[in-house]
C-alpha cells in the first residue's frame, strides 16, 4: 500500500494530509480560545498549562524539522538561509530567523535532543542551552565522541528536571561529569582564565543627572556580583513600610538601591588606605544658621555639590564627615571632629538596649539601624548613650526631613507627624 497521497486523474492532489492536519490543529486552537480560563478551576490550570507547555514543545520540533530543510526555500530567494524569507513573508527579524535557522540545524546533529522535542519533554530553550554545550564539546581538542555522545544523554536528562538557566551552568562543566579526571584540571585553567578576563573588563562609571540623582554603570566578576547581590538582598528584605506610604509595595528595584546606599554610607572608613597619615574622609561647609535651621543648603566635598541641611545632618549622625562650620564672614568657627561618631562599642550597647528601630512605627532589627544623636552635634549634643537612639536608615532619614516633627514617647520610641 502506497503512503503517498492519492492522485487524481489530471495530476491535482485533491488532499493534502499536512496541510489538513494543520487545519485541524488551527481550528482546535480557535475553539480553545473562545473559551474563558476565568471559569476554570486551579488544578484544571494547571494541568492545562502542563499540556500547552509539551504541546509548545512539539511544536517547536516540527518547525525546526522544516527550517533544518529549507535549503531550497533560501535557493529561490536568493538568501544565505531562510531567515531572509522569515523576514519578508513573516516580519521575524533577521537576527532571530537566523538564529532559529541554526538551532535547527544543530538540532538535526543530535538525535536525543530531537526526540526529546518530539516528545515534548525538552522546551526550545533547553534545547538550544544543551546544543550550545555539546557545540562546545566538539570543539573541545581533549573531547572525544564518547565524551559527547554521554553529555548529550545527561544534560536531556537534566532537561526533565531543572529550568533553562539551571541547565546551563551544567552545560558548562558537563565534562568533568563526563569524564572528571581529565577534565577537572582544565575546567580549573578556564574558570582562571575567565576570572582574569573579569578583572581586565572591570569598570565603574558614574554621571550626574542634574536632577540630585547619579547614574552607576559597572560592570565586575560574577563572584564581586554575587557578594553584593547577596549583601544588598539581605538588607532590603523584610524592609518595613514607612508611614508616607503605608499600604503601597515599594518596588524591590527601589529597595535594592536603598540597599546599596546603606552600604556605602556605613562602609568601615578605617578599611580605606591613608593619605598623609590621615583616613580618607568627605568634608560639609555650610554657614552655621542653615546648619541649625531645617532649611539651607550644604556643600558637600570641594566640588561644591549642593545637598540640604536636613541631609547633611542626617549623614553626620553616621558618616566619617568632617563639619566645616562657617561664620557671617565666612570665618570657620568649627572644623568637627569624627569623635562625634558613636564608637562600635556603644552601637553594640544601643543594640542591646534598643533592640530594634525606636520609631513607633517600625520593626527593622538593630542589624540594620544607625545611631542618631536626640540633640545634634551642632546643638552641643554629646556622643553618648542617654542622648542616641537606633533609627533605621528610612527613618534616620524622616527625622532630618522638615516636612515632619518629631517627639519622643515616655517608651523611648520616636513618633512622627506630617507639618501642615
Given at each position: 500500500m502506497s503512503l503517498e497521497p492519492e492522485i487524481n486523474h489530471w495530476g491535482i492532489n485533491p488532499e493534502d494530509p499536512i496541510d489538513a492536519e494543520l487545519a485541524a490543529l488551527e481550528s482546535s486552537l480557535d475553539n480553545l480560545l473562545t473559551r474563558d480560563p476565568v471559569y476554570w478551576r486551579t488544578d484544571e490550570k494547571k494541568d492545562r498549562l502542563k499540556r500547552l507547555e509539551i504541546i509548545q514543545a512539539k511544536q517547536a520540533a516540527l518547525k525546526l524539522r522544516i527550517l533544518a530543510v529549507s535549503g531550497d526555500i533560501a535557493e529561490e530567494t536568493g538568501s544565505k538561509d531562510a531567515s531572509g524569507w522569515m523576514l519578508t513573508e513573516l516580519l521575524v527579524d533577521k537576527k532571530i530567523g537566523r538564529s532559529e535557522v541554526k538551532l535547527a540545524a544543530a538540532v538535526s546533529r543530535y538525535e536525543l535532543v530531537a526526540a526529546g522535542l518530539a516528545e515534548g519533554v525538552i522546551s526550545q530553550d533547553k534545547a538550544r542551552v544543551i546544543v550550545k554545550a555539546l557545540e562546545a564539546i566538539e570543539a573541545h581538542p581533549e573531547a572525544s565522541r564518547e565524551n559527547l555522545v554521554l553529555?548529550?544523554?545527561?544534560?536531556?536528562?537534566?532537561?526533565?528536571?531543572?529550568?533553562?538557566?539551571?541547565?546551563?551552568?551544567?552545560?558548562?562543566?558537563?565534562?568533568?561529569?563526563?569524564?572528571?579526571?581529565?577534565?577537572?584540571?582544565?575546567?580549573?585553567?578556564?574558570?582562571?582564565?575567565?576570572?582574569?578576563?573579569?578583572?581586565?573588563?572591570?569598570?565603574?562609571?558614574?554621571?550626574?543627572?542634574?536632577?540630585?540623582?547619579?547614574?552607576?554603570?559597572?560592570?565586575?566578576?560574577?563572584?564581586?556580583?554575587?557578594?553584593?547581590?547577596?549583601?544588598?538582598?539581605?538588607?532590603?528584605?523584610?524592609?518595613?513600610?514607612?508611614?508616607?506610604?503605608?499600604?503601597?509595595?515599594?518596588?524591590?528595584?527601589?529597595?535594592?538601591?536603598?540597599?546599596?546606599?546603606?552600604?556605602?554610607?556605613?562602609?568601615?572608613?578605617?578599611?580605606?588606605p591613608r593619605h598623609g597619615g590621615h583616613a580618607t574622609t568627605v568634608f560639609i561647609t555650610m554657614n552655621i544658621e542653615d546648619l541649625r535651621r531645617d532649611l539651607g543648603t550644604a556643600a558637600l566635598g570641594f566640588d561644591g555639590d549642593q545637598i540640604t541641611a536636613a541631609e547633611a545632618r542626617r549623614m553626620a549622625c553616621n558618616a566619617d564627615l568632617i563639619p566645616v562650620v562657617l561664620g557671617s564672614d565666612s570665618e570657620i568657627l568649627d572644623f568637627g571632629r569624627s569623635i562625634r561618631l558613636a564608637h562600635p562599642v556603644q552601637h553594640r550597647a544601643l543594640r542591646l538596649r534598643d533592640k530594634c528601630c525606636q520609631a513607633e512605627d517600625c520593626d527593622a532589627p538593630a542589624a540594620w539601624t544607625e545611631a542618631h544623636h536626640l540633640k545634634p552635634w551642632s546643638e552641643g549634643g554629646l556622643t553618648n548613650l542617654a542622648n542616641m537612639v537606633l533609627l533605621c536608615p528610612s527613618d534616620h532619614r524622616r527625622i532630618h526631613d522638615p516636612d515632619y516633627a518629631h517627639e519622643r514617647l515616655p517608651d523611648g520610641r520616636i513618633r512622627f507627624t506630617r507639618r501642615a
Amino acid at each position: 500500500m502506497s503512503l503517498e497521497p492519492e492522485i487524481n486523474h489530471w495530476g491535482i492532489n485533491p488532499e493534502d494530509p499536512i496541510d489538513a492536519e494543520l487545519a485541524a490543529l488551527e481550528s482546535s486552537l480557535d475553539n480553545l480560545l473562545t473559551r474563558d480560563p476565568v471559569y476554570w478551576r486551579t488544578d484544571e490550570k494547571k494541568d492545562r498549562l502542563k499540556r500547552l507547555e509539551i504541546i509548545q514543545a512539539k511544536q517547536a520540533a516540527l518547525k525546526l524539522r522544516i527550517l533544518a530543510v529549507s535549503g531550497d526555500i533560501a535557493e529561490e530567494t536568493g538568501s544565505k538561509d531562510a531567515s531572509g524569507w522569515m523576514l519578508t513573508e513573516l516580519l521575524v527579524d533577521k537576527k532571530i530567523g537566523r538564529s532559529e535557522v541554526k538551532l535547527a540545524a544543530a538540532v538535526s546533529r543530535y538525535e536525543l535532543v530531537a526526540a526529546g522535542l518530539a516528545e515534548g519533554v525538552i522546551s526550545q530553550d533547553k534545547a538550544r542551552v544543551i546544543v550550545k554545550a555539546l557545540e562546545a564539546i566538539e570543539a573541545h581538542p581533549e573531547a572525544s565522541r564518547e565524551n559527547l555522545v554521554l553529555a548529550e544523554k545527561l544534560l536531556v536528562e537534566y532537561a526533565t528536571e531543572m529550568s533553562a538557566t539551571k541547565l546551563e551552568i551544567i552545560g558548562k562543566r558537563i565534562l568533568v561529569e563526563v569524564d572528571p579526571e581529565r577534565f577537572e584540571a582544565a575546567e580549573a585553567k578556564a574558570l582562571q582564565r575567565e576570572e582574569e578576563r573579569a578583572q581586565r573588563r572591570t569598570f565603574f562609571t558614574s554621571r550626574a543627572n542634574g536632577d540630585g540623582t547619579v547614574e552607576i554603570h559597572a560592570r565586575v566578576s560574577t563572584a564581586v556580583a554575587m557578594r553584593l547581590r547577596t549583601m544588598l538582598d539581605s538588607l532590603a528584605q523584610p524592609r518595613k513600610l514607612s508611614a508616607e506610604n503605608r499600604g503601597r509595595k515599594t518596588p524591590y528595584d527601589r529597595l535594592l538601591g536603598q540597599a546599596f546606599a546603606r552600604v556605602i554610607e556605613t562602609y568601615d572608613v578605617d578599611q580605606l588606605p591613608r593619605h598623609g597619615g590621615h583616613a580618607t574622609t568627605v568634608f560639609i561647609t555650610m554657614n552655621i544658621e542653615d546648619l541649625r535651621r531645617d532649611l539651607g543648603t550644604a556643600a558637600l566635598g570641594f566640588d561644591g555639590d549642593q545637598i540640604t541641611a536636613a541631609e547633611a545632618r542626617r549623614m553626620a549622625c553616621n558618616a566619617d564627615l568632617i563639619p566645616v562650620v562657617l561664620g557671617s564672614d565666612s570665618e570657620i568657627l568649627d572644623f568637627g571632629r569624627s569623635i562625634r561618631l558613636a564608637h562600635p562599642v556603644q552601637h553594640r550597647a544601643l543594640r542591646l538596649r534598643d533592640k530594634c528601630c525606636q520609631a513607633e512605627d517600625c520593626d527593622a532589627p538593630a542589624a540594620w539601624t544607625e545611631a542618631h544623636h536626640l540633640k545634634p552635634w551642632s546643638e552641643g549634643g554629646l556622643t553618648n548613650l542617654a542622648n542616641m537612639v537606633l533609627l533605621c536608615p528610612s527613618d534616620h532619614r524622616r527625622i532630618h526631613d522638615p516636612d515632619y516633627a518629631h517627639e519622643r514617647l515616655p517608651d523611648g520610641r520616636i513618633r512622627f507627624t506630617r507639618r501642615a
